[in-house]
Every structure is written in C-alpha cells, then in structure tokens.
C-alpha cells in the first residue's frame, strides 16, 4: 500500500500545469499581430478585445470551459478549425504561438522557455 501511495505522489509531482510558466512572453508578444488579423474579428481575448461573434479566450468561461484539459486540445483546436471564415490556414507554429497569448491572457505565468509544438503539450494541463 506504501509503494501504491508513493507512486501516485510521485505521479502527481511530475504534472505540468499552465500554472508552471510553459510559454514564453516572446512567444505571447509574437501572436499579437497574427491575432488582430485572424482572431479578433470574431474573439475577446483580455484587453484585445474586439467582436463578440464567437466565445472569449479569456476570463471566467473560458477558464471554465478548458479546466482539466490539455493545452495540445487547445492548441491542436485552434490550428484545425480558426479562423472560422477559411481566410487563412493556421501553421502549428501559429497555433501554438496564439495559444501562448492565449495563456498570458488568462494571467498564467510565462517561463523561460517558448511553449513546446505538438505532443510536448499532451502532458501540459489548463487549471483554474
């Protein structure tokens, strides 16, 4: 029982959160300029606001909606379905980069490090 109990501690302490600083400001600061060409047309996001044609990336209901889900969801979303009208398709790069502002948005915290693309964000959680 000792082993099983030490085990899910271990498990839990190796979990990263959008809380543990996993993009870049750079990165953030990056997708402005792609966000007010593809995004804000239709989004809110914080203080780049704009439209209100589709949910806001920011605040309480977005929190809400995206808690306990992967940062690859939101990332991986993004790139397949925005912007929504087929003006342009989105790079992973460009996604993930929007993802980045998406999280400083919110007030998560950035790191050292640029937001990692594709299956390193599988293990990244969006918390509340």
Partial sequence: MLMLLL??????????????????????ERAKELW??????????GTLSA????????????LAKWDSKTVFALADGIQKTMPNDFSMELTAAQATDVTALILQANGFPAGEK???????????????
Wanted: proline fraction near 2%; hydrophobic fraction near 40%.
């Fill in 7 to 28: 085990f899910a501690v271990g498990i839990r302490a190796e979990q990263v959160t959008v809380k543990d600083g996993v993009y870049s400001a750079a990165q953030a």
């Fill in 51 to 62: 439209s209100t044609k589709g949910p806001a990336l920011s605040g309480a209901e977005f």
């Fill in 114 to 128: 640029a937001l990692a693309m594709g299956e390193a964000q599988k293990s990244i959680t969006i918390v509340k």
């Fill in 36 to 45: 007010t060409k593809s995004c804000a047309s239709c989004h809110t996001l």
